[in-house]
């Protein structure tokens, strides 16, 4: 299980970006600020968990970094941030942890885990196969990161909760790859996967 994950992208997703790759960069501004409110709400809710706090407010920060850097190759290409589009993927991999759930910080640590592992997939598809040099250049600069705060998340699950986090991410995890495959395949972030 790759990076955490039940189902791999195939690299033919890629082809769809190449197809369109303002709308991949529009999709992903978005998603690095939904990434940086649901950081902070984590930090309000929980002021009890100092490491927490302080790790997770710095994963905010570089958030809205990416968010900045990210819209301005999307202008620099003659495109604009546009509207936020309903992001089925992460409404129904946060209906998903509803099920089963023993505890709300638990499946929000995990299902960040899960959307951050899903980017940096991607990010390193995107990174390694782009034709567009310059695109894959900046999505090469993001991988570290993104593996940082991937790591991050899965830490903070078990430092609070112990074996009940690696029990639980299985059953998240299958829940992710049942939702990936339901999704239509598209130019964006989270979006399914095309066969092959």
Same mark, same amino acid.
């Given at each position: 299980?790759?990076?955490?994950? &039940? ?22 501004? #978005? ?28 994963? &905010? ?26 992001? #089925?993927?992460?409404?129904?991999? #946060? ?33 390694? #196969? ?12 993001? &991988? ?53």
């Amino acid at each position: 299980m790759g990076l955490g994950l &039940v189902a791999t992208t195939p690299a033919a997703w890629v082809e769809q970006v190449e197809r369109d790759p303002l709308a991949l960069l529009s999709d992903h501004a #978005h998603c690095e600020l939904k990434a940086a409110a649901s950081g902070q709400a984590l930090v309000g809710k929980n002021p009890d968990f100092p490491r927490l706090v302080d790790e997770v407010s710095a994963v &905010v920060v570089e958030e809205m970094e990416h968010f900045q850097l990210v819209v301005a190759e999307l202008r620099r290409r003659g495109g604009d941030l546009g509207l936020q589009l309903p992001n #089925h993927y992460a409404d129904r991999l #946060h209906a998903a942890s509803g099920q089963g759930r023993t505890s709300i910080l638990l499946d929000r640590l995990l299902v960040a885990h899960l959307i951050e592992g899903r980017s940096l997939e991607r990010f390193q598809l995107l990174a390694e #196969h782009l034709a567009d040099r310059d695109l894959a250049a900046l999505y090469a600069g993001l &991988v570290a990161s993104e593996g940082r705060h991937r790591a991050l998340f899965l830490s903070l699950a078990r430092e609070r909760f112990g074996d009940q986090a690696d029990a639980r991410l299985d059953q998240l995890a299958a829940a992710e790859a049942r939702i990936l495959a339901d999704l239509p395949p598209a130019p964006t972030m989270h979006s399914g996967s095309p066969a092959g």
